[in-house]
């Protein structure tokens, strides 16, 4: 049963595709060589989730439930347990 996602590249694609995997509960760790990246990342998909959650979209509770479950590593070892990497 895949649980864990391993997302490489936090960039325009990495960011939402870690957001959706763990929007539905995933853990995910999102790999980057840039920890600036990294960081533009996990804030644009705290800023997204804030919005889905401002339109009534998402509970406020997923907000922090979501941002969360994402793991921002400049350590590719970390993706080694990974179920599935995108
Ligand atoms: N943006 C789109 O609409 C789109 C659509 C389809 C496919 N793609 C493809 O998806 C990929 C990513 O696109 P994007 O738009 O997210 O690009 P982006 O430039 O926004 O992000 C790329 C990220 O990859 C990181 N990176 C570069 N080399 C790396 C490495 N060796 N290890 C780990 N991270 C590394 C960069 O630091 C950057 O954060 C590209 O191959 C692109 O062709 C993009």
Redesign the pocket.
């Known amino acids: 049963m895949i649980k864990t996602i391993g997302v ?9 595709i870690a957001h959706v995997f763990a929007q539905y509960g995933y853990r995910v760790f999102l ?4 920890e ?3 960081e ?2 996990v804030n644009t998909i705290r800023q997204n989730l804030e919005r889905q959650a401002k339109k009534g979209a998402i509970a406020e509770s997923l907000v922090g439930e979501t941002v969360g479950r994402i793991t921002a590593t400049k350590n ?1 070892a970390d993706l080694a347990g990974c179920d599935f990497c995108v």
């Open positions: 490489l590249g936090a960039g325009q694609m990495g960011n939402g790999y980057d060589i840039a600036a990246q990294l533009k990342a590719m």
